[in-house]
């Protein structure tokens, strides 16, 4: 074969920045870990087993190279962050359920890695969150106001069987001491708000401590570090989670200014449910992003606003995964009118030719 | 590598992109210009610039002398060629040739006798006392190409001579590997100083300046020492080092802060710009009145056993250069840098006007053959593009054939620089999917133009058969009308005579419709073209 130029190449891969981001989300499983228990590692490692499973049997049936394919790492990567994302008990066929159908449906389908125009970790979390809603919002409060932290054998327990190894139900253990029913920061800002409370009175429940509440602040903070080492080492697209978080604060400011009882600070929509992960390690997966400059600016803008009114407006608590999915819509319209200025050329292309 | 510490004379811009390949260059600058022993037979390819073939104008059998003219220019676009030694004519045919496809093409062979003897020449110690006319002559019959790569005619882009105030020295020298600018410029201070100063004197004054990267802190000093002694006026403009800060359009952002419009020259911008090698030429060409027989080549890679620069006839076979260098297990071989050049298909093929480097490579040297994975967008391309194209964008409407698409983004503003492949995290041959893609717009346009031209064709023959018609039909309405009138005139009475009179009529209109016919169908046979 004639091998056309350049013969010199930089010693890069694929495979290193796949692993890139799952080293650099490690700080924010180690919060996971911390405050929700173990079960998060048995998440990931259900999908995991599961994504790669699925990867190899549908490139065998498209004929494509299995192992060569397997060593990229997007797969594995499409896991762990479907397992970052997932209630920590979730029974183990739901995981295994969403991370299929987002290997299959939402990245072969297309072509495999680099064709697909949705996220497939936030496919399998909205295929699992519109149909199993309960499941998927019961996530259990921190440990520290838990009272005692879930042992190994009850969290396997509670994943492969939904109970506990003493036959107890999930909402067992989503009580805190006054008997009532735990849910996360921004799920308890929405009921309570429904019931007429203002922000003030929302956040003395012990569960609001802190930027954002228990745990979930620090989750946040691992995320934002982990988030900071991939910009260093240019792994990802700065613009994007700097779109992403401008894009909240400028949305959550203009609706704190106006009613600061009604409406949630920017700070804590910034540190509260999956905002930093989302920035940082969902948005930034630059085959379903933007991947001009500008376009990434508007395609992280576009998820930060999304997001505010979703958790402002909408029926779910948090909507990350609906934002990411609504601006990979936008993808093609964004690369083609966001053209840079081509060397020698006055006027940037896709408004006017030449 | 080193880097010089001499400070920019004139404020330096910047280009966006670019990458930091790793540079290799003292591999072969570390010793002075040498030569090598002369090779048996030389193979002179006839289309070794840029544009059309050389026209041979010695015959299979001449004694030529070194220097003595052997092929002449086609008169459109293209150069002289010289026999680069002395010796024998022994053949004009197709041989292989130093190019990317290893196909062959019409070259002269030339066999030394070793003796090396010139032609008369006609030094001219003053060239001031020549008029610009008599220069660009003496350039052109010198047959000097650009030698930093695309051998493109000298004397051509000196033709243009209104708006030009500026003669850039392109010393850069981005390539990794390359140091035989940098090397001449060490070694042939003055020389290449001199023509520079011959290229001012074409434009009656120039301001000089000589764009070169940091990383010659050698040639630098003597660049400073030769003005010195020469009383010379010119600006160093000392650049970072960054690939491509040679590319023409790059050197001309970092100096002169501008770019060069789509589709102008840099001669719109009032600038010119020639390379260290090519001074060199027109130096020799001008005062010593010697046309390029040979020229300063870097052999290097980690598998040549003698690296460094050599001045070398032109038409060296690569083999005998292999063979004088000591180099025994190249694993790959490849004319130009690393980033631009090309892997050499036959190592029988001679070394042209363009060749400034070869790259002796050993087996983990350049970058394995490696299955490329998917696009993923990462932007890293995008990043290096010093053009600002999106190559990811290319990548994907290439690889689709979607052409129109590859033309919207900016497809030709590229200039397969590399930085892109270069930077690629999937390993993707980026350059090879914008020639493709190239490649078939430039076919189709033709293929257009060849329909477009079939189609007006077939359009008049369409016209011109409905023309033919009508006036049939005139003729025949006509001939009815001159019958009904001879009968009318005629009378009743007189039936007979009408009855001969319209056949009379008739067969005088059937003659002129008949003469009508062939006559347009002689005009069609005419106009019928011979495709």
């Known amino acids: 074969m004639i091998l056309s130029s350049p013969f010199a190449k930089k010693p890069n891969s694929v495979t290193a920045v796949m692993l890139w981001v799952i080293v650099a989300s490690l700080p924010g499983l180690a919060a996971l870990i911390y405050f929700f228990g173990i079960g998060v590692l048995i998440n990931i490692s259900i999908a995991s087993i599961t994504a790669l499973a699925t990867e190899a049997i549908i490139l065998r049936i498209r004929k494509r190279p299995v192992s060569a394919t397997l060593i990229d790492g997007s797969a594995l990567l499409t896991a762990w962050l479907i397992g970052l994302a997932l209630p920590p008990l979730l029974p183990w066929w739901m995981t295994i359920l969403g991370t299929s159908f987002a290997i299959v449906f939402a990245k072969q389908v297309y072509g495999g890695l680099g064709n697909n125009l949705f996220n497939p970790a936030m496919v399998a979390y909205v295929l699992l969150l519109i149909s199993f809603p309960v499941e998927m919002t019961a996530w259990i409060p921190p440990t520290e106001l838990a009272g005692q932290s879930l042992s190994l054998a009850d969290t396997f327990s509670y994943i492969f069987t939904g109970t506990s190894s003493q036959g107890y139900d999930i909402n067992f253990i989503r009580q805190g001491v006054d008997g009532f029913t735990m849910a996360t920061p921004l799920d308890h800002v929405k009921t309570e708000l429904s019931q007429g409370y203002r922000i003030q009175e929302i956040k003395v429940h012990e569960m609001m401590t802190g930027l954002s509440g228990i745990g979930w602040q620090w989750v946040n903070l691992g995320f934002l570090f982990g988030g900071v080492i991939l910009l260093f080492r240019k792994v990802a697209a700065w613009q994007i989670p700097a779109g992403v978080l401008l894009g909240i604060l400028s949305m959550s400011l203009i609706l704190n200014v106006l009613n600061p009882d009604a409406y949630l600070s920017p700070a804590f929509h910034w540190f509260a449910g999956a905002t930093m992960m989302g920035a940082f390690f969902i948005a930034t997966d630059p085959v379903t992003a933007s991947t001009t400059k500008k376009g990434r600016w508007l395609f992280g803008l576009g998820i930060g606003v999304i997001t505010v009114l979703i958790r402002t407006f909408g029926g779910y608590p948090d909507a990350i995964a609906f934002a990411v999915l609504l601006m990979n819509m936008t993808v093609p319209m964004l690369d083609y009118y966001t053209q840079p200025r081509t060397y020698g050329h006055t006027k940037t292309k896709g408004v006017s030719n030449e | ?531």
């Open chain 2, 1 to 531: 590598m080193e880097r010089s510490s001499y400070p920019s004379e004139i404020p330096i811009f910047e280009f966006p992109g670019g990458i930091h390949p790793q540079e290799n260059k003292q591999l072969s600058n570390r010793s002075p210009i040498a030569k090598l022993p002369l090779a048996k037979e030389l193979v002179i390819n006839l289309k070794g610039q840029a544009g059309n073939r050389s026209i041979p104008c010695v015959a299979v059998g001449e004694q030529v002398l070194k220097g003595q003219l052997i092929a002449k220019s086609d008169g459109i676009f293209s150069s002289y060629q010289h026999a680069p030694t002395s010796g024998k004519i022994i053949a004009i045919e197709k041989r292989p040739i130093a190019h990317t496809s290893g196909l062959e093409d019409l070259c002269i062979v030339l066999s030394a006798d070793g003796d090396e003897r010139w032609v008369e020449l006609s030094p001219a110690e003053d060239f001031t006392a020549l008029c610009r006319k008599q220069i660009l002559a003496r350039i052109f019959e010198s047959g000097i190409v650009g030698l930093g790569g695309a051998s493109f005619p000298s004397h051509i882009k000196l033709q243009r001579e209104d708006g030009i105030d500026t003669l850039i020295i392109n010393a850069a020298e981005c390539e990794p590997y390359i140091s035989c600018d940098d090397r001449l410029l060490q070694d042939n201070t003055d020389e290449v100083l001199k023509g520079a100063q011959i290229i001012s004197h074409l434009y009656k004054d120039l301001n000089i300046i000589v764009g070169i990267e940091d990383n010659k802190p050698s040639a630098i000093e003597a660049l400073k020492a030769a003005r010195t002694k020469l009383r010379m006026t010119f600006d160093i403009a000392v650049v970072p080092t960054k690939y491509p800060s040679g590319g023409e359009k790059q050197l001309i952002q970092l100096i002169a802060g501008k770019e060069v419009t789509h589709g102008k020259l840099p001669a719109d911008l009032g600038l010119v710009m020639h390379n260290v090698a090519t001074c060199f030429a027109i130096y020799e060409a001008i005062i010593q009145d010697k046309p390029i027989t040979d020229r300063v080549v870097t052999l290097t890679g980690k598998a040549c056993g003698k690296p460094g620069n050599y001045r070398i006839p032109i038409g060296t076979p690569i083999k005998h250069l292999l063979e004088s260098t000591q180099t025994l297990k190249s694993q790959k071989l490849i004319m130009g840098g690393p980033m631009m050049g090309f892997e050499i298909q036959s190592i029988n093929a001679g070394i042209v006007k363009a060749t400034n480097c070869i790259i002796m490579a050993d087996s983990n040297e350049l970058k394995p053959e490696q299955t490329s994975l998917p696009c993923i967008r990462c932007g890293e391309c995008m990043n290096a593009c010093p053009a600002s194209l999106l190559p990811q964008q290319l990548y994907w409407h290439a690889k689709a054939d979607e052409f129109d698409k590859t033309e919207e983004y900016n497809l030709f503003d590229c200039i397969e620089c590399g930085a892109c492949a270069y930077v690629c995290p999937s390993d993707i041959p980026l350059v090879q999917f914008y020639r493709y893609a190239k490649s078939n717009i430039r076919n189709n346009r033709v293929e257009k133009i060849k329909a477009d031209n079939a189609r007006e064709r077939h359009e008049a023959r369409l016209d011109r058969i409905e023309r033919v018609k009508l006036e049939k039909a005139e003729k025949h309405r006509k001939a009815a009308e001159a019958r009904r009138k001879a009968a009318e005139a005629s009378g009743q009475a007189d039936a007979k005579k009408a009855a001969v009179a319209a056949a009379l009529a008739r067969v005088q209109a059937k003659k002129e419709a008949n003469h009508e016919a062939s006559n347009s169908h002689q005009a069609d046979k005419t106009k019928e073209p011979k495709a």
